[in-house]
Each structure stands twice: as C-alpha cells, then as structure tokens.
C-alpha cells in the first residue's frame, strides 16, 4: 500500500537480472527518485510486469538462465498489457548484432555493463519522459476517436431526421402509397453501385456520395407540393400552359430545400444533391429537358442518375393521367430515350440491371 502522493506519483522501474549484486546495485542508484522493483529471472520479470501497478519502465539483462532477455522481451511485446512498456536491454555483450536482435524484438535502447551511473540515469529519465507523452497520445488520441465516432454519429442522425421530414412532405398526393419514393430511392442506388466502376463516374461515385443520393433520392418531386391538385390530380392530358406551371415544380423543389437549409441555419453539404437532383431531375441529355435546358455532362451525375429511376418508375405506375406498362414496354420506352433523355452509359447501367429493376418495381408494388 502506498502512503504518500509522493510516492505513488513516482515512475515505477522494473530492474531484472540474474546477478544479486547488480540488483543492489541498480536499486541503490535508483531508488532515491523512483519507485524500484527487481525480478532475478525471466518468470518473475513477466509476472511482476503483469500486476498492478504496471511498471514504466523494465531495464532487462540479456544473459540470464532459462528465458534469456530476448526471449523476455519477445513476451513482453506481444502481451496486451505489458506491450507499451518501453525495454532498455542491460548487458556485458558489445556485439552489434545483439543491439540490432534488440530492437527488432521492441526494445528502446541499450545499456552496456558495466553500468555508468550518469549514462544509466540519463536513459532512465529520457525514456520515461518519452513514456509519458506516448501515453498521453495515445490516450488522446482514443478519446479523440470516441469523440469523432460520437460526433459522426450525432451529424448523421441530423442528415436522416431533415431528409426524412423533407421527404414526408414530398409523399405527395399523386400517389398514394409512398412506395413511388422506396422504389426511386432503390434503382438509384443500384444504379450508382453498378456505375461505381465506370471511368467516367468511379471518381464521383464513391461510397459516401452512394449513401446521400440514396438519402437525397425521394426529394427529387418535393416542389410537387406547390403544384394546384387541378393540375397534379387531373385525369385527362395537361393543356400547354398546365404543362408550364407542371415544370415549375423543379424551381419550387429547389426553393424547398433552400428554404429548409435556412431555417436549419446552415449551409449544409449532405442537402446538395438533395437540390441537384429536385432542380434538375427534368433535364435530358440532348438539351431537351427542362427548367434550363442543360445538356450533356452538365446535368449533375445525381440528376441523370435520378431521370432513370423516375421515369422507369413512371411508366410502370398507375398515374391519375396514364395506365401502367408492362416491364417489357417500359424498357423499349427507355431504350429509345437512349443518348437522347438520358446519358447512354447510365441507360446502358438500367438494361444491365433491368431484371433487379423489375424485382424493386415488385416487392415495392402499389397494387
Ligand atoms: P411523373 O408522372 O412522375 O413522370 C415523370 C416523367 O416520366 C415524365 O416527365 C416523363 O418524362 C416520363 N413519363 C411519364 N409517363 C410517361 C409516358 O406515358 N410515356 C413516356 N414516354 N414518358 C412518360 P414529364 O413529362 O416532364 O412530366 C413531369 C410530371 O408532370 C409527371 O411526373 C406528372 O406528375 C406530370 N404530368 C405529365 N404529363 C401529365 C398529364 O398528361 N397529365 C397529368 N395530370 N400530369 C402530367
Ligand atoms: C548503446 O549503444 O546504446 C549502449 C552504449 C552505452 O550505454 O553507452
Ligand atoms: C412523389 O415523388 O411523391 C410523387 C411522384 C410521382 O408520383 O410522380
Ligand atoms: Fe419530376
């Protein structure tokens, strides 16, 4: 039992030999600042490094009967408990390859005997100092660690929470089940897994990047709750200027989200394919889409990706203004908006994978 602060606060040093006068030796020379335990043979070094409290520091003879210091000192390493406590090697040998089998087995210096007290107490001091701060890194950096795992976790729950309220909205009234939005969300991300690969998407599509377009997904028709139900809910073919104010919808899902984005209070990243996609989800890749137009590798990956997913979901589905089609008549539809609505790698990704399409389309049915 310790007494004092003084005490217990002092660098605990394991001496280990085999020699009775070098234990007394060492004892003495250390004792006056640090606390000293001795072990005169191998066993007794590993077990006394294994009680509590665990020493800071082991000097270690080479040369002892049974368990040598090498061998020591390999058990040492590859013990959980004892494999942070740094090893100075004490011995008679001068040979260059015993300095090397000792640092290659972990070992942090070496002292040759006979011992110089200032060389002895100036390692001892210098080792432990590095002991202390590697501790300390070490145990910061697990806290740090924790604390970036909790902190992940925390912004995560956010992300989820604000896309999820977001998407609550958008489960719109044109259909009823909200499976339109599970199905979109799911060809999305089989599609981008699928094109993860391919030169000329591998580079965006990393898995970070997979994960928010299958979050950002079901906002793709959000600013369809700023379209009047005469218009959305209508069962017959939209006249010209209907058809006008339908495509605002693409406008009125950006200003949705950035709307939502200030009244979050911050310019927040994961929300940024949540608006690609809303703001460009319409466009097609010969330039014929809409709200702008745009063409080519202009439309944002996110929104090429989203114009697959949507329109095979739509030809699929029962709409207040069309009947269903078949898989098979959904595909030839698709195959010829190939280069012309959409950019023909990804189309070619949907004809790859349209059979695992169909299964998405059939555990999530609205019939
Ligand atoms: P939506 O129903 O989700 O359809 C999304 C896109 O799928 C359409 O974009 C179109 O590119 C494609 N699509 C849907 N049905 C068909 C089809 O029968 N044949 C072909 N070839 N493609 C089809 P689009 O045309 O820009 O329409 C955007 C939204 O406007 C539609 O979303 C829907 O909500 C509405 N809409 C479009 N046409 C009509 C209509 O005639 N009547 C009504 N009530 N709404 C319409
Ligand atoms: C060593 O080479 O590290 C040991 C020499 C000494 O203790 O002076
Ligand atoms: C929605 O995204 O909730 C509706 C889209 C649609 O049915 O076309
Ligand atoms: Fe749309």
């Known amino acids: 039992m310790e007494t004092s602060k003084e005490t217990t606060d002092r660098a605990v040093v394991l001496v280990v030999d085999d020699s009775p006068d070098n234990l007394t030796l060492m004892n003495a020379l250390l004792r006056d600042r640090y606390r000293v335990k001795v072990a005169n043979h191998g ?36 013990g959980s408990r004892t494999r942070d406590i740094p090893v100075i090697f004490l011995t008679a040998k001068t040979e260059v390859e015993d300095e090397q089998l000792g640092f290659q087995l972990g070992a942090v210096d070496y002292i040759t005997k006979p011992i110089s007290p200032p060389i002895l107490m100036s390692r001892v001091k210098t080792h432990l100092q590095l002991k202390a701060v590697a501790d300390f890194l070490r145990d910061k950096n697990e806290f740090l660690e924790r604390q970036v795992a909790l902190r992940t976790l925390e912004v995560q729950a956010i992300q989820d929470v604000t896309i999820m309220t977001l998407t609550s909205l958008a489960e ?9 939005i599970r199905r979109t969300q799911l060809y999305v991300k089989a599609l981008a897994d699928k094109l ?5 998407f591998e580079a965006f599509l990393t898995e970070r990047n997979i994960d928010m377009l299958y979050k950002s997904a079901p906002l793709h028709d959000i600013g369809k709750i700023g379209i009047p139900d005469s218009i959305l809910l209508k069962p017959g073919k939209l006249s010209a200027e209907e058809f006008e104010i339908m495509k605002t919808h693409t406008t009125l899902g950006l200003d949705a989200i950035v709307k939502a984005e200030e009244r979050l209070g911050l310019k927040v990243a994961f929300l940024t394919f949540a608006k690609e996609i809303a703001f460009s989800h319409q ?38 203004y069309k009947e269903p089609y078949s898989h098979e008549v959904a595909c030839g539809i698709m195959l010829k908006g190939r280069g012309a609505h959409f950019d023909p790698d990804i189309l070619d990704a949907f004809i790859a994978l349209s059979e695992d399409f169909r299964d998405i389309a059939r555990r999530y049915s609205d019939e």
């Open 196 to 200: 993860r690969t391919h030169p000329r």
């Open 43 to 78: 066993e007794k070094c590993l077990s006394v490094a294994n009680a509590e409290p665990p020493p800071d520091l082991i000097l270690l003879d080479i040369m002892m009967p049974d368990l040598d210091g090498y061998e020591v000192c390999r058990r040492l390493k590859s």
């Open 283 to 320: 466009e097609k890749w010969d330039g014929s889409g809409y709200p702008q137009g745009t063409a080519g590798d202009n439309i944002p990956i996110s929104a090429r990706l989203m114009a697959v997913a949507d329109v095979y979901d739509a030809l699929i589905s029962r709409r207040v």
């Open 172 to 180: 719109t009234r044109d259909n009823e089940t909200g499976n339109h």
